[in-house]
């Protein structure tokens, strides 16, 4: 493993171990992106995906909001995407403006699977990403932590079968009630490679590691436990196994983010994660309830659309998010309840981050 600087801010890391800390730690789902203007400066006429396999270009995108919002944020996040893993089984995608990712030929039958590396040299394929994460470890100096992520098997089944994204998921449904069987041998297929690559992000230098299952609120709870929950519980259970076989000794937190699973945070509590995201489907004082004790972080959940609100809108979403969360001193870390959008004005966002400054310190 590559040696990097001492770690200055260690605010998330202590957080998701359930320690105690001074103020609830803060980072944003998207906090990279389409919504700062240094973003299209550095982009320019790039190809989205050929952004995210420029290592250096990549680098610098992911440091922007930490450039950007100085002081304000505790963790960066690698600037990748999610659909990185279906690239490495053969699929191509484009991402298309105002509609994105368009997949060429998805799955629309068991015999589809042919088509496709249902065992991928993650190593090799995925190359351009790891170099991405020490690049970006080396440049940030230690002055927070890097976020390595990657999408759940059930939310890349639904883009590699419906080929986009859905309103109505005819043939992601399709898939686990007509070939259910195909289905879940897409699902242990997809997990591996997960596995493998978030294993590859730490050795590359990731310290804590999300895992988006964005479009769990599309399964119902019995779907749910079906065809998300056991792959989010294998990963939880083999990354460790593999990151020691890899030669990694410290502890790397994770996060899990299943997106309208309201009905699973009992279960998700149990998966072997040490974080659970939630969106802002959820009640804080409820979640907490539903924690009820065991060590888990919660993460989250404030409705991304606040920031289009007033000052005094912000102020006080914020401190009742804080409060619901006991004060935010343990088991907490700051977050929108999805990502940002592409309208939103960085000074609405740096304000809603003092605010969590003001009341996460109060």
């Known amino acids: ?31 990279a992106g389409r ?43 690698i600037f990748s995407d999610i659909l990185v893993i279906p690239q490495a089984m053969g699929f191509e995608i484009d991402m298309v403006e105002g509609k994105g990712p368009v997949f060429a030929s998805p799955l629309r039958s068991p015999e589809d699977l042919s088509r496709i590396d249902l065992n991928p040299d993650i190593k090799s394929k995925l190359d ?17 932590p890097l976020l390595g992520f990657v999408g759940a098997p059930w939310t890349l ?34 997990c ?21 299952e964005s479009w769990a609120g599309e399964l119902g709870p019995d779907d749910f436990n079906e065809f998300s ?17 890899l030669g990694v000794e410290e502890y790397i937190p994770l996060t899990v983010f299943a997106k309208g699973a309201w009905y699973a945070l009992d279960d998700l509590c149990n998966a072997g994660y040490d974080t659970v995201s939630l969106d802002w489907l959820y009640r804080p004082e409820d979640a907490v309830k539903v924690v009820n004790g065991r060590r888990i972080t919660l993460q989250g959940n404030i409705d991304p659309g606040v920031m289009y609100g007033s000052d005094e809108v ?49």
């Not at 493993?1 to 998701?16: Q, T």
């Not at 320019?44 to 420029?54: A, I, Y």
């Open 229 to 245: 929950l056991p792959y989010l519980k294998q990963i939880a259970e083999k990354l460790p196994k593999r990151l020691k076989e």
């Open 35 to 77: 919504y700062l203007p240094e973003y299209h400066e550095v982009k320019g006429k790039r190809d989205f995906f050929e952004t995210c396999r420029d290592p250096e270009i990549a680098s610098e995108i992911t440091i922007q909001p930490i450039d950007h919002f100085d002081g304000l944020i505790d963790a960066a996040i």
């Open 128 to 144: 351009w990403a790891f170099k991405s994460i020490t690049l970006t470890r080396t440049k940030l100096n230690g002055r927070v």
């Open 192 to 212: 591996d490679a997960c596995i493998e690559f978030l294993a590859l992000q730490v050795v590359a230098g990731a310290q804590m590691l999300q895992i988006f």
């Open 157 to 190: 089944l639904v883009y590699m079968t419906e080929g986009q994204g859905s309103k109505m998921f005819r043939f992601a449904k399709e898939w686990i009630f007509k070939y259910p069987e195909a289905a879940h041998k897409l699902l242990q297929a997809t």
């Open 1 to 31: 493993m590559p040696e990097f600087a001492p770690l200055k801010n260690d605010l998330i890391l202590r957080a998701a171990k359930g320690e105690k800390v001074e103020r609830p730690p803060i980072w944003i789902m998207r906090q």
């Open 314 to 362: 912000i102020a006080k979403k914020v401190e009742k998010m804080i409060h619901g969360f006991g004060g935010g001193k343990q088991n907490y870390i700051i977050n929108f309840g999805h990502g940002t959008h592409p309208f939103m004005k960085p000074e609405r966002i740096e304000y809603f981050l003092k605010q969590c400054h003001k009341y996460g310190s109060a």
